[in-house]
């Protein structure tokens, strides 16, 4: 790898109890590039991610931003981390008590100490960029469809320019048109910032859209990892049952 | 071996197992008291360090003390009334009937207007509290909270621990008034006592602590109702079922606490030990 990595993952384990759901995840996702990380249901994806977010501890391993160790850092070097982050949660996350706008200017209020005024114009402008009028927000997150509850997350994510943005599910739950139009506005959102992005998903549409490069997940490591054109060709029987999507391989679903 | 051998050894087998099931469940008593400190020292610390939010602060100081006063002044109401009767069903059998008002207000200020209203918000605020809180967490809008840059013990937890402390004196204040006006009217219209010595014999033995202890123990109490409400929240388990069990669990602790501290700050304030 030429370019130095903006995100390294380096032998992370994190075990809750006696259930060990990363055992040594070792990733890196170049500056600009977008990494997504496919594999099944209760994997460990979102452990991975929030992980890297410092939302989790992880027991073991290191986790590297721009080079610097970050699973020990002190809480001010944390919070000036994470005002480099964008995070979209599964499902939103929205802020059920806030207005729409409020939602997306949570961040530059809160983090960024931005007067309330220009905070909501930004805000507002960017719920234009992912399509949503400036009706929508002063509209309850309970008001708003699943597709536009994650357009709002995606907005708010976006809304402090991040370096760095992590989608954990985007289009779960969501129909194929509108997950086809949420993974534009992602692929739209993130290189129009030049964000590099880290993305987790079983949807391998998805995947194949928004993703420069793919990683596999499976049983808490990384099976295969590759550029997203070669995933048809991985000569990884794992991989290529999970794309196809058979129940028959060496995959056993436990029941 | 021999049968008397058999059975010692079998009672050794199962005293050693009881032991283990006691020694582990010590040990997770314990975890859980650590757990729950921390949690406090964690709560305490971010109520007094900036940054404030002090909308969030009004907003709950609205809900907690504004919205609980209807319940908190029916039942209080009530008390007072069914006190001045059952004190005269008991005194007026040894012609103490003089004493009613005197054992009303004392009661009121003392015990009955702190533990009822500390329950009754128990009731009511902690288990909306449980609830909001534990549905942010299994919905991860506390995880939202962090990434975007923003404590969730300064923005959740902090200004409903000082809303729940601060409150709870005013509404037992509040409370205290209506209970002995409980009293005065059953006094007055139904056991026809004189108002003007009603009312002398309410503040002739009437001390200041009498009050003033009431009003600490309420602060003690909305201080908890509040962590309880928040505790159980932020740790709820994942699904609709967690919620559920978080806000079940606010309500009893709370209560049981409120009970349990409603004597040891009686003793400290009475007997002074
Ligand atoms: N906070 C937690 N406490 C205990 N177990 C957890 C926690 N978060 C995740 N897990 C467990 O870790 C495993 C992976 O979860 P997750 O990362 O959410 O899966 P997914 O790949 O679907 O995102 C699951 O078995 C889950 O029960
Ligand atoms: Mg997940």
């Given at each position: ?255 | ?68 006063l209807p319940v908190v002044g ?129 503040w002739e033995y009437l001390e ?66």
């Amino acid at each position: 790898m030429a370019a130095r990595a903006k995100l390294e993952l380096r032998g992370v384990y994190k075990s809750f109890g006696a259930n060990h759901v990363l055992k040594g995840i070792d990733i890196a996702v170049e500056k600009g590039k977008s990494l997504v990380v496919i594999g099944g249901s209760g994997t460990g994806k979102s452990v991975m991610i929030k992980s890297v977010l410092g939302l989790i501890s992880p027991d073991k391993g290191s986790i590297k931003i721009d080079g610097q160790e970050t699973t020990k850092l002190r809480p001010p070097e944390r919070d000036a981390m994470m005002r480099k982050f964008g995070m979209l949660f599964q499902g939103g996350a929205l802020f059920d008590s806030l207005p729409v706008w409020e939602n997306v200017a949570f961040g530059l209020i809160q983090g960024h100490a931005m007067d309330r005024k220009q905070a909501k114009d930004i805000a507002i402008e960017k719920l234009r960029s992912v399509g949503l009028s400036a009706g929508v927000a002063k509209l309850y997150p309970a008001e708003l469809s699943g597709g536009m509850q994650q357009r709002v997350g995606l907005a708010r994510a976006v809304a402090a320019n991040p370096e760095i943005i992590f989608f954990d599910e985007p289009t779960t739950g969501l129909d194929p048109i509108m997950a086809d139009v949420i993974n534009n506005l992602i692929v739209e959102a993130s290189k129009g910032l030049g964000a590099t992005t880290l993305s987790i998903t079983h949807d391998m549409a998805s995947a194949r859209k928004i993703a420069d490069n793919i990683a596999m997940i499976y049983k808490g490591q990384i099976i295969w990892h590759g550029p997203a054109k070669e995933i048809d060709h991985s000569g990884n029987e794992y991989v290529d049952q999970f794309i196809r999507g058979r129940a028959e391989g060496p995959i056993k679903m436990e029941v | 071996m021999s049968l008397s051998e058999q059975q010692s050894f079998s009672v050794v087998g199962y005293s050693q197992v009881f032991l283990q099931k006691l020694g582990s469940a010590a040990l997770g008593f314990f975890a859980a008291v650590g757990r729950l400190a921390q949690f406090t020292g964690h709560g305490v610390s971010h109520c007094f360090t900036p940054p404030f939010f002090p909308r969030l602060l009004l907003r709950q100081l609205i809900d907690i003390g504004y919205y609980s006063l209807p319940v908190v002044g029916l039942t209080t109401l009530f008390t007072g009334m069914v006190l001045a009767l059952q004190s005269y069903s008991g005194f007026s059998r040894f012609s103490a009937e003089g004493a009613i008002a005197t054992v009303v207000v004392l009661s009121i200020t003392r015990e009955l207007s702190p533990v009822l209203a500390g329950l009754m918000v128990a009731g009511r605020v902690g288990a909306s509290i449980a609830a909001e809180i534990g549905t942010m967490r299994v919905t991860e809008q506390i995880d939202a909270l962090t990434t975007l840059s923003t404590n969730p013990y300064k923005y959740l937890i902090a200004p409903r621990l000082i809303a729940g402390t601060l409150m709870l004196p005013v509404l037992v204040l509040i409370g205290d008034i209506i209970g002995v006006f409980g009293g005065y009217i059953v006094s007055i219209y139904s056991l026809g006592f004189i108002p003007e010595n009603y009312l002398h014999k309410t503040w002739e033995y009437l001390e200041r602590m009498d009050v003033i202890s009431g009003l600490w123990k309420a602060a003690a109490f909305g201080f908890i109702v509040t962590l309880m409400g928040c505790y159980h929240g932020f740790n709820s388990e994942r699904g609709a079922q967690g919620v559920g069990a978080a806000t079940t669990n606010a309500v009893v602790s709370s209560s049981i606490l409120i009970l349990i501290f409603n004597y040891f700050l009686t003793q400290v304030f009475f007997t002074g030990k």
